[in-house]
């Protein structure tokens, strides 16, 4: 059974930084590509960054130079550093493996002073 469990969201002031983690348990993670998507309120659900299974990342150009996406494969562990956070990256955060078609509860981050 696939399942991906994030943490670390919650809120921070504009400016902060954030870490979120994602856990995977279920499937070959260090051969598995993950994702990070976000879904903010009343907004189509967005892809933030992937990273593959030899490292490569991909990011969208909205938090390019701000969030970088990283693994530990010995640990099953998918994780997001957020920097310089802006209101604008409000959103509910999700884990996401494609080939698995599976997707974590998510976390909620909220950028506000």
């Known amino acids: 059974q696939v399942q991906l469990v994030e943490s670390g969201g919650g809120l921070v002031q504009p400016g902060g930084s954030l870490r979120l983690s994602c856990v995977a348990s279920?499937?070959?993670?260090?051969?598995?590509?993950m994702d990070w998507y976000r879904q903010a309120p009343g907004k189509e659900r967005e892809l933030v960054a992937r990273?593959?299974?030899?490292?490569?990342?991909v990011y969208a150009e909205s938090v390019k130079g701000r969030f970088t996406i990283f693994r530990d494969n010995a640990k099953s562990t998918m994780y997001l550093q957020m920097n310089s956070l802006k209101p604008e990256d409000t959103a509910v955060y999700y884990c996401?493996?494609?080939?698995?078609?599976?997707w974590g509860q998510g976390t909620q981050v909220t950028v506000s002073s």
């Open positions: 279920g499937i070959i993670f260090s051969r598995s590509a």
């Open positions: 996401h493996q494609m080939g698995y078609r599976a």
């Open positions: 990273i593959s299974s030899t490292g490569t990342k």
